[in-house]
């Protein structure tokens, strides 16, 4: 069919139609202090809902979709408090790697909606998270070029 067939939608229709987030299909482990984050966030949203004039179309639309988005990880949440005595890598743990040259990396893992890579803290669905659950202090584990050594493992904490 010509292009020209194709009736495309009149201004204001297309915002009202934007595209939700995509919603990870991984189980949404979250820590405590994760968990009120996100509902903060999803406050958050909702005050500028309710500061946003009914008429503001395209704002609406934006903070439609941050509302499903945000309300939908809320809903599905698992919150899983860090294990007291971690023996091997698992969610809400901190690990501390050395690397071949000599290097020392601290990474949190934490669930998808609260990683700060700058912070350290990363998914526990990342590839790097996924290479270093269920191993235990003094194991390696090569990932990309690098051969990584578990050196520490112990619980998270909030931050």
């Given at each position: ?51 946003t004039p009914a008429d503001d179309r395209a ?10 988005y945000w309300q939908a990880r809320v809903a ?84």
């Amino acid at each position: 069919m010509s292009r020209a067939f194709v009736k495309e939608p009149d201004g204001d229709s297309a915002i009202d139609e934007l595209p939700d987030r995509p919603i990870s299909p991984n189980r949404n482990l979250i820590t405590p202090w994760g968990h009120q984050r996100i509902q903060a966030i999803l406050a958050e949203w909702r005050r500028k809902e309710a500061a946003t004039p009914a008429d503001d179309r395209a704002a609406q639309a934006r903070i439609g979709r941050e509302l499903r988005y945000w309300q939908a990880r809320v809903a599905s949440a698992e919150v899983t408090p860090p294990p007291a005595g971690p023996e091997e890598v698992r969610f809400g743990c901190r690990v501390t790697l050395a690397r071949a040259d000599g290097s020392r990396q601290t990474l949190g893992l934490v669930g998808e909606d609260e990683t700060r890579p700058e912070d350290g803290l990363i998914a526990w669905t990342a590839p790097l998270a996924q290479a270093l659950i269920g191993l235990e202090e003094g194991e390696t584990v090569r990932f990309g070029d690098a051969e990584l050594e578990i050196l520490a493992i112990e619980p998270l904490t909030a931050g």
